[in-house]
């Protein structure tokens, strides 16, 4: 019923920017939030950042102060700006959203398809 679609992975030098977009499009009522995570190999998947519908933010605590994350709403996109990256932000990043497809209805979780970001140092 929602569809993810990220952009603006890449290849990047230790203390270089990118910014990552996820577009939500379908069946939406409501996104109650979205957000980023990342799983490196060998690892588990881990919530980068956050944006819920009331405008609150959560970052991991590795991130903070490097990564923003950011919402147009007219655009149902919500964007991940990374500065001063470093190797170890290496992984591949998902977009998540929670959404809320007709009203009354309960929110569903979806998940992108993932886009790779690696930080050479």
Same mark, same amino acid.
């Given at each position: ?11 990047? &030098? ?10 939500? #499009? ?5 996104? +109650?939030? =979205?957000?980023?995570?990342? &799983?490196? @190999? ?15 933010? +959560?970052?991991?605590? #590795? ?6 994350? #950011?919402?147009? +709403? ?6 991940? &700006? =990374?500065?001063?990256?470093? @190797? ?16 009354? *209805?309960? @929110? #569903? +979780?979806?998940?992108? *398809? ?8």
């Amino acid at each position: 019923q929602v569809q993810l679609v990220e952009s603006g992975g890449g290849l990047v &030098q230790a203390g270089g920017s990118l910014r990552l977009s996820c577009a939500a #499009s379908g069946i939406i009522f409501r996104i +109650n939030a =979205m957000g980023w995570y990342r &799983q490196a @190999p060998g690892k588990q998947r881990e919530l980068v950042a956050a944006l819920t519908s009331d405008v609150s933010t +959560n970052y991991a605590d #590795s991130v903070k102060g490097r990564f923003t994350i #950011s919402r147009d +709403n007219a655009k149902n996109t919500v964007y991940l &700006q =990374m500065n001063n990256l470093k @190797p170890e932000d290496t992984a591949v990043y998902y977009c998540n959203a929670v959404v809320t497809s007709r009203l009354l *209805q309960a @929110p #569903s +979780n979806y998940w992108g *398809q993932g886009t790779q970001v690696t930080v050479s140092s």
